[in-house]
T-cell receptor, first 116, second 109 residues
Framework: GAVVSQHPSWVICKSGTSVKIECRSL??????MFWYRQFPKQSLMLMAT?????????EQGVEKDKFLINHASLTLSTLTVTSAHPEDSSFYIC????????????FGPGTRLLVL | GQNIDQPTEMTATEGAIVQINCTYQ??????LFWYQQHAGEAPTFLSY??LDGLEEKGRFSSFLSRSKGYSYLLLKELQMKDSASYLC??????????WGAGTKLIIKP
């Protein structure tokens, strides 16, 4: 159990385009989903926390207008990188947590974004 | 402030035992998690401790002392596939995960 999927697994796009990444909890309901970014050989960096049916909470320094998050259902959250630039190239990972706040976060396999 | 400390890198020999330590200072405590992350992949959940003591799960065990703000992950009978980064994370009073920087474990034959 506790499987989280992400799509696409990798994407290459031109600078200025927008990219949408989907995160799905396949066998449990996720009240809360988290979006992380990780640059090579660096730690996970939490970008934002999204709760189903409400606006996402962004970490300091993360532009909410650039990284749009929608948590439309208890099994789906999307991250849209708008007007992507080469510096946005990174490994984006989502995680999902069940209905109780103290439950374990389970990670999706991640999405590699390369902006040319 | 909130702080999680763990060694940056450790080296061990195949078949041996290694202990990865984690100390923490957080605002509140709702449990401590260990995750494994292979290079280029997302983290996978290993263990969760919320009460003091040792939790054993196969070759991996995790220990917690809340009074000392200390945990360790013990890996036995090391295999080459155990080469990875091991992330310690503490859930604070707001149920937010505070992440350590990770310990890169290198296994040598």
């Amino acid at each position: 159990g506790a499987v989280v999927s992400q799509h696409p697994s990798w994407v290459i796009c031109k600078s200025g385009t927008s990219v949408k990444i989907e995160c799905r909890s396949l066998d449990f309901q996720a009240t809360t989903m988290f979006w992380y970014r990780q640059f090579p050989k660096q730690s996970l960096m939490l970008m934002a926390t999204s709760n189903e049916g409400s606006k996402a909470t962004y970490e300091q320094g993360v532009e909410k207008d650039k990284f749009l998050i929608n948590h439309a259902s208890l099994t789906l959250s999307t991250l849209t990188v708008t007007s992507a630039h080469p510096e946005d190239s990174s490994f984006y990972i989502c995680s999902a947590r069940g209905l109780a706040e103290q439950e374990t976060q389970y990670f999706g396999p991640g999405t590699r974004l390369l902006v040319l | 402030g909130q702080n999680i400390d763990q060694p940056t890198e450790m080296t061990a020999t195949e078949g041996a035992i290694v202990q990865i330590n984690c100390t923490y200072q957080t605002s509140g405590f709702n449990g401590l998690f260990w995750y494994q992350q292979h290079a280029g992949e997302a983290p996978t959940f290993l263990s969760y401790n919320v009460l003091d003591g040792l939790e054993e799960k196969g070759r991996f065990s995790s220990f917690l002392s809340r009074s000392k703000g200390y945990s360790y992950l013990l890996l036995k009978e090391l295999q080459m596939k155990d080469s990875a980064s091991y992330l310690c994370a503490v859930m604070d009073s707001n149920y937010q995960l505070i992440w350590g920087a990770g310990t890169k474990l290198i296994i040598k034959p």
